[in-house]
């Protein structure tokens, strides 16, 4: 069902003859809009129409893409997830996670495209606190994140994937980068200095390290 009332048994359809690369446009365009909503407004106070008309489509072409309208915001929240992975597949493994982290920080694009989605990350990170369906998909995005960071520690410590010791230190790990991130966005959004919150890719290298007793974080023989 709908949350504004209306069933759908539709999910993501892509209307015939739409290239791909539109279609994942459009809905990102439409994630982006409806978390500028779900923030200045709330997401109870936030229908369908409004996301509609922000994005400048019909209503019945909104729900050829989304099952409702919590569901908009994950477009968003897969692209984190997507650049997270991104980013940890490609772990040198003579590199600490902290160097890895901070040349990538520093060598990221940095555009008004690029911190317009940022900020929506943040604020939708910071909305799924207290709003039910948006945290399931806040949390589905790191349930991602960890079955690939069992992969990537696999790797690193030359074990098999399904190795417990390995699904556990993914878990803790992933679950530290999401305590941090959480963390960090909440501080942002308060108002609080960011000179005051320190280097959150720092902050999150060493909770990985914490987090799995020093076993993940540090560089590794080739």
């Known amino acids: 069902m709908r949350s504004d009332g209306d069933s759908d048994t539709t999910n993501d359809r892509r209307p015939r003859g739409m290239s791909e690369l539109r279609h994942q446009r459009i809905r990102l365009e439409i994630s982006r809009e409806a978390a500028r909503l779900f923030w200045e407004q709330g997401v109870a106070a936030t229908s369908g129409e409004q996301i509609a008309k922000a994005v400048g489509i019909s209503v019945r072409t909104l729900w050829r893409y989304f099952r409702n309208k919590e569901s908009c915001v994950e477009p968003i929240l897969a692209q984190d997830v997507e650049e997270c992975v991104a980013v940890?597949?490609?772990?040198?493994?003579?590199?600490?996670?902290?160097?890895?982290?901070?040349?990538?920080?520093?060598?990221?694009?940095?555009?008004?495209?690029?911190?317009?989605?940022?900020?929506?990350?943040?604020k939708m990170t910071v909305l799924a606190e207290k709003e039910p369906?948006?945290?399931?998909?806040?949390?589905?995005?790191?349930?991602?994140?960890?079955r690939e960071m069992a992969f990537i520690i696999a790797d690193r410590l030359r074990r098999p994937a399904d190795d417990i010791e390995v699904r556990l230190h993914a878990a803790t790990a992933t679950a530290a980068l999401r305590v941090i991130s959480e963390d960090v966005s909440a501080a942002l959004m308060a108002g609080v200095d960011r000179a005051s919150i320190g280097n959150p890719i720092k902050h999150m290298a060493h909770a990985v390290r914490v987090a799995t007793g020093g076993a993940v974080g540090d560089p590794v023989e080739s």
């Not at 940095?110 to 929506?120: L, R, T, V």
């Not at 948006?134 to 994140?145: E, G, V």
Request: proline share 6%; glycine share 0%; charged share 35%.
């Open 88 to 122: 940890l597949r490609c772990w040198p493994r003579e590199v600490s996670l902290e160097d890895h982290l901070v040349e990538w920080a520093t060598n990221r694009p940095k555009n008004p495209d690029q911190q317009s989605y940022d900020d929506a990350v943040i």
């Open 133 to 146: 369906d948006l945290r399931a998909a806040w949390l589905m995005t790191h349930d991602r994140i960890e």
